[in-house]
């Protein structure tokens, strides 16, 4: 099963920055975060990940709280192709993604 | 251009008929793995291996087999396919074991339907 939980969907207008929470409160020391998103039906598109710092790369940025028991992912103005689902995932034993937020980018 | 790369994108076929899909990446990754996708059930893992002749399952292996003769080769085998197999199918790969610090590639799916 999926060890970490995320809101089922949500809404972002277009050129706003979308929040995307991810908590995973049993992660491990040596386990990074990481992001997926899927567009469709498409095969899973690596967005970013993290171990302890912040990441920011072309797509988005990475939060990680100190505790490293949740993140966030910023997509810093949104369009309409960024609808898609999104996944935030432990590695670890195995690779499992869990059901991930439906964003939904608004005209 | 690096890619993974599977066969059949779609497939429709009768129960018990031996099928196999194909993945290849280009990547010289070690770490290939296949998943399976259902609404509302998100990705959930089949097998995987962590190298040529590695193979190991994941979360839902009953009724599949794989082979990895090949570090580039990794197929998925369904000997006797049952409806309840119907659904998208995705390869990855990536390069490494899988706990070190690098991110999988995707294939574009293939999505079966057993009749």
């Known amino acids: 099963d999926a060890k970490t939980t995320q809101p089922p969907s949500m809404d972002c207008a277009e050129g706003r920055a979308a929040n995307l929470p991810c908590n995973h409160s049993t992660i491990s020391g040596n386990e990074y975060v990481y992001w997926y998103r899927q567009i469709h039906s498409q095969g899973p598109q690596y967005i970013i990940h993290?171990?302890?710092n912040n990441e920011t790369n072309e797509m988005a940025s990475l939060i990680i709280t100190e505790d490293r028991k949740s993140s966030t992912l910023i997509l810093p103005h949104a369009t309409l192709r960024d609808t898609a689902v999104y996944y935030c995932?432990?590695?670890?034993?195995?690779?499992?993604f869990g059901k991930g937020t439906h964003l939904i980018i608004q005209p | 251009e690096a890619q993974v790369t599977q066969n059949p994108r779609y497939l429709i076929t009768v129960t018990g008929k031996k099928l196999t899909v194909t993945c290849s990446q280009n990547?010289?990754?070690?770490?290939m793995s296949w998943y399976r996708q259902d609404p509302g059930l998100g990705l959930r893992q089949i097998y995987y291996s962590m190298n040529v002749e590695v193979t190991d399952k994941g979360d839902v292996p009953e009724g599949y087999k794989v082979s990895r003769k090949e570090k580039r080769n990794f197929p998925l085998i369904l000997e006797s396919p049952s409806p309840n197999q119907t659904s998208l199918y995705f390869c990855?790969?990536?390069?490494?074991?899988?706990?070190?610090?690098?991110?999988?590639?995707f294939g574009d799916g293939t999505r079966l339907s057993i009749l």
């Open positions: 993290g171990l302890k």
């Open positions: 995932i432990e590695t670890g034993d195995g690779l499992t």
């Open positions: 990547m010289n990754h070690e770490y």
């Open positions: 990855a790969s990536k390069p490494g074991p899988v706990d070190s610090n690098q991110p999988q590639h």
